[in-house]
């Protein structure tokens, strides 16, 4: 199984953190990093990122795990072939947790459902209408929602059929003018 490309650091300008136990990995200490995201994949997700304002830097959409060399690469590896191993056996793609999201409490497990559902019937909505009073209002109600969840969602994204994604995208391009008021045009 390939889990992705396994860099060897010495850790500079300021100190990260493990992903697995959470401690402290200090300025010069050797540690792992894997990218996981990358490529073509990485491209993708950057470029949806861009579609939505969302994309900070050229590496949006890069996804990777810092870790501890001693211990902590080993719990990983065997954690995420575990998952993985399981996800391919149910065939129904990664199981929700061992994705890109950290570990967190019930309560911001429920917040962040209740987000994402909001967020999914919006794009949905959006989806749907020609409307360009609709249309500036769903998308301020999307970037609203994109700024409440600290995480941002991808992977939905990654897995919607190409024709929507071009039409999302003519969506936000539209909200967008109408919104900096460049087009008075009707679509
Ligand atoms: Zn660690």
């Known amino acids: 199984m390939r889990i992705g ?3 060897v650091n010495v850790k500079r300008g300021k100190p990260g953190q493990c992903w697995v136990c959470k401690e402290s990995i200090a300025l010069k200490e050797l540690h792992t990093v ?3 995201r990358y490529g073509k994949f990485q491209q993708q997700a950057f470029k949806l990122a861009a579609a939505q304002g969302r994309a900070k830097s050229k590496k949006a ?3 990777y795990r810092r870790l501890h060399l001693k211990g902590c690469l080993a719990t990983w590896l065997v954690a ?3 998952y993985r191993s399981e996800a391919r056996s149910q065939r129904k793609g990664r199981p929700t947790g061992s994705g890109q999201l950290p570990q967190m409490s019930d309560e911001d497990k429920l917040v962040r459902y209740r987000l994402v559902r909001r967020r999914a019937e919006t794009l949905r909505l959006l989806i749907a209408t020609e409307d360009d009073h609709r249309i ?5 109600r999307l970037k609203y929602l994109n700024n409440q969840l600290e995480i941002n969602v991808i992977d939905d994204m990654a897995r919607r059929e190409q024709t929507n994604i071009r039409l999302l ?7 967008e003018e109408l919104i ?6 009707t679509s």
């Open 5 to 7: 490309i396994l860099d």
């Open 34 to 36: 894997v990218v996981l």
């Open 61 to 63: 959409g890069f996804k």
């Open 80 to 82: 995420i072939h575990h």
């Open 136 to 140: 500036v209002n769903l998308y301020q």
């Open 169 to 175: 995208n003519a969506r936000f391009k539209r909200a």
């Open 180 to 185: 900096n008021g460049q087009s008075t045009g």
